[in-house]
């Protein structure tokens, strides 16, 4: 089990979600990383059988294998795909392999519902990565743009950092949906 200030047990989990019947549909599970959970899986097999709750599962892709015992327990996964890939270990400050990256991309593509979103951060990732990402995984379900916040950021390094112009989403987002490589493209601003 990761190390952390804030700890439930899985009992506890659900007793929460329990006392919560009527008032809550879903779950989301994010993170940081929540697949680096040792007991992912079980919390969320637990969430399935003892609550009517949908589950939903934020990833950044790096746990294929952990992923893949989850595919029959999740209702919806939504993955970050950080840059193209001649430029992930850039993106993720060399802390991710991008065959695990593949290999997490063609598990969610066999769900009936997923999406993928990029967070569009000038400097790690450009127009021409998404294109080249989207072109390289073929026709995605949903693809989401997200613009990069400055302030909310953990580095120093991105702190203050410009965003795109006005009009560079959407720009990128007419160039995905010309290039039919997503069935549904959405701007989160």
Same mark, same amino acid.
């Given at each position: 089990? @990761? ?18 019947? *009527? ?8 993170? *940081?990383?929540? @697949?680096? =959970?040792?007991?992912? %899986? +079980?919390?969320?097999? &637990? ?5 009517? $709750?949908? %589950?939903? %599962?934020?990833?950044? !892709? ?9 595919? /029959? ?7 970050? @795909?950080?840059?193209?890939? &001649?430029? =992930?270990?850039?993106?993720?400050? !060399? ?10 991309? +063609? ?5 009936? +519902? ?13 127009? +021409?990565?998404?294109?080249? $990402? ?14 990069? /916040? &400055?302030?909310?950021? $953990? ?8 965003? =795109?112009?006005?009009? =560079? $989403? ?20």
């Amino acid at each position: 089990m @990761l190390d952390c200030e804030f700890r439930l047990t899985h009992e506890e989990v659900i007793k929460e979600l329990l006392e919560r019947d *009527g008032f809550i549909e879903a779950v989301s599970i994010t993170g *940081g990383e929540p @697949l680096l =959970y040792d007991s992912i %899986v +079980d919390l969320v097999q &637990s969430i399935k059988s003892r609550t009517n $709750l949908s %589950v939903k %599962v934020d990833t950044n !892709g790096t746990c294929p294998r952990r992923l893949k015992e989850l595919l /029959h327990h999740m209702d919806y996964v939504a993955m970050d @795909l950080k840059s193209s890939p &001649s430029k =992930y270990m850039k993106a993720t400050g !060399g802390q991710a392999v991008f065959s695990d990256i593949r290999e997490s991309i +063609d598990i969610i593509m066999s769900l009936p +519902d997923y999406e993928f979103r990029t967070t569009m951060v000038p400097g790690i990732v450009d127009r +021409d990565d998404i294109i080249e $990402l989207l072109a390289k995984v073929g026709k995605v379900k949903r693809y989401v743009l997200q613009n990069f /916040h &400055s302030h909310k950021t $953990l580095s120093a390094e991105f702190r203050d950092m410009p965003t =795109y112009p006005k009009g =560079y $989403l959407e720009d990128t987002f007419k160039v995905i949906k010309d290039m039919n490589l997503a069935e549904e493209v959405v701007i989160r601003p």
